[in-house]
């Protein structure tokens, strides 16, 4: 999808977005109006909002590998790139930083499960969001992961565990150390075949309680059919979409329900 496709996608869904106040399943009220709203444990963002800041500003060439769409970037191909660069073009926007935060801090999922680390700031963030949590995040490029994990040693995260390879290669052994999944976020390799298959591959070890987390569902027409099909599947529930991000419970007692919410 080119810019204007993506404009045209961001007003229509602005035209379908529905207010709280209209919302009549209490779990989704309740979600949007007391959870992703709650500002009182949001002073450990702050320590990601400084994370952020300087990644940004950093100006250390990294050697990298492009492995998937989805780095929001239309010049990936490019194999040397300024940590400053990296950090601009791929981390989450402040305003689903929170949305994220808020979310897992809420939840406290145990075992979370991310598809690309880039230089660790929703890792980070997940880490934070809940101390107990084991966050497990994997990345394709080892230069850009290498630089992640100072960030991690430096800010003393150590439930954050790390894999390198192409998810490809490295999921099916991931998904059978963890044994179940109490929270995902799909966060690379933006195209739709992968997203479905990945979606699929840790559907089978989902459970009443998880939490799926899409990133960039409008990105691309292909993201968007990606999208369709995981809330039309029998085994998600409520589906929100937050437009830039989209998020599926699986709760057995929710009725099947699709919502539009603009953060
Ligand atoms: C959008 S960035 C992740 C941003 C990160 N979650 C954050 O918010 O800070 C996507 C990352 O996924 C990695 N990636 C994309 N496709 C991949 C694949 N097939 N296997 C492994 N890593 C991949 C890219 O190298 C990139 O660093």
Redesign the pocket.
């Given at each position: 999808m080119n810019h204007l496709s993506i404009i045209k996608a961001y007003i229509k869904f602005l035209f379908k977005a529905q207010s709280r106040y209209k919302i009549h399943s209490p779990f989704v009220y309740k979600y949007l109006a007391k959870v992703i709203t709650n500002k009182k444990n949001d002073d450990k963002l702050k320590v990601i909002n400084k994370l952020r800041s300087e990644l940004r500003n950093d100006n250390e060439i990294l050697q990298i590998e492009d492995?998937?769409a989805?780095?929001?970037d239309q010049h990936a191909m490019k194999i040397q790139r300024r940590v400053s660069e990296i950090a601009k073009r791929?981390?989450?926007p402040k305003p689903f930083a929170k949305m994220l935060f808020r979310t897992v801090h809420h939840f406290k999922p145990r075992n979370i499960l991310?598809?690309?680390?880039?230089?660790?700031?929703?890792s980070v963030l997940f880490s934070f969001a809940n101390e107990n949590a084991e966050v497990h995040t994997?990345?394709?490029?080892p230069e850009?992961l290498k630089r992640a994990k100072s960030s991690f040693a430096k800010l003393g995260r150590d439930n954050i565990h790390t894999k390198c390879?192409?998810?490809?290669n490295i999921l099916e052994a991931k998904l059978k150390e963890l044994k179940q999944l109490d929270f995902v976020?799909f966060?690379?390799?933006h195209a739709k075949e992968?997203t479905i298959k990945y979606f699929e591959e840790c559907l089978k070890y989902h459970h009443e309680e998880s939490i799926f987390v899409f990133?960039d569902i409008h990105w691309s027409e292909g993201m968007t059919e990606a999208w369709e099909y995981i809330k039309q599947h029998p085994a998600s529930k409520v589906t929100i979409d937050f437009f830039f991000m989209g998020v599926v419970f699986f709760k057995k007692d929710l009725s099947k329900q699709d919502f539009i919410y603009r953060l």
């Open positions: 492995l998937g989805g780095t929001r791929t981390s989450v991310e598809f690309g680390t880039s230089l660790g700031i929703s994997m990345e394709g490029s850009i390879g192409n998810f490809d976020f966060d690379g390799n992968p990133d």
